[in-house]
């Protein structure tokens, strides 16, 4: 669930805040249509490298994507030909997913209670959704769904702090919500992975060209803006949409991002 598309680097939440993890992973039920429309996907070059890590090749594989969200990883993983069940707790980000992909199924829950059988699946993945679980629920879940020699894949969207103008904005929203810098993914796999699973890392940069207005809805999608409500978001958003529109007159924006991938197989 949840780019950028994403966990911002300002907001990673330690596990004892997980009341406020909760309601902020649930606030992006509002803002379920935003987020389809204005979050990236990913690059193949992804799950070229899940197959790799894993071990196996996705065609024909059951997999369960876990904290699936508007379906923008489910979506990837379908079309390689995996038998994909996707996991989804919200139920604004559920109708999205439904409107997008009708034909793959779906199921209420999350990674903390999975509701799948023992055994049933080759693969479990989290599309920008593991911060939101509890580690010491959800490792056990995935090893139990996990059939014998299955993996366990988990996969972020970071934007790339080595882009100036990028780096720029990361440290203007770290000063907006009062946040401590963060270290950037680009200078090696920042994210913290839970104890026991042998994980092997993997870092994927690529990029997109996007109109200001969806660069900027993507922004406001961000749970973090989402918690503080649409008028207090204006009050970075609308200076920022006069910063980049100096920057970019033409109106495009080039997002650079870097996918942070960690693949175990249990």
Known sequence: MTPRAQTPPFSRIPPASQSRSTSQARSFDAAAAVY??????????????????????????R?????????????????????????????????EFRRALPGVPLVRGDGDRLPLR???????????????????????????VLRPGGALA???NDSDATVPWTAEQDARLRRFFGAAKAPAVTGGFARE?????????????????VSLDTHLANLGSYSDFLMIGPEAARVFLDPERERL????????????????LAVARL
């Not at 992975?193 to 060209?209: I, N």
């Not at 529109?245 to 942070?260: H, I, K, M, Q």
């Open 245 to 260: 529109a100096a920057l970019f007159p033409d109106g495009t924006v080039e997002e650079r991002y870097v996918v942070s």
């Open 36 to 61: 389809a429309d204005s979050r990236p996907s990913y690059p193949p070059s992804l799950l070229d490298a899940v197959e790799e890590l894993a071990g196996f090749g996705l065609a024909g594989t």
């Open 63 to 95: 997999v369960a994507d876990v904290g699936a969200g508007t379906g923008l990883g489910t979506a990837l993983l379908h079309a390689r030909g995996a038998r994909v069940t996707a996991v989804e707790p919200g139920a604004g980000m559920a109708a």
């Open 118 to 144: 023992s055994a049933s699946c080759d693969l479990v993945t989290y599309a920008q959704a593991w911060h939101w679980t509890d580690p010491e629920r959800s490792v056990p879940e995935a090893r139990r």
């Open 154 to 156: 988990l996969w972020w």
């Open 193 to 209: 992975l839970p104890v026991g699973p042998d994980f092997t890392t993997r870092l994927l940069p690529w990029s997109r060209r």
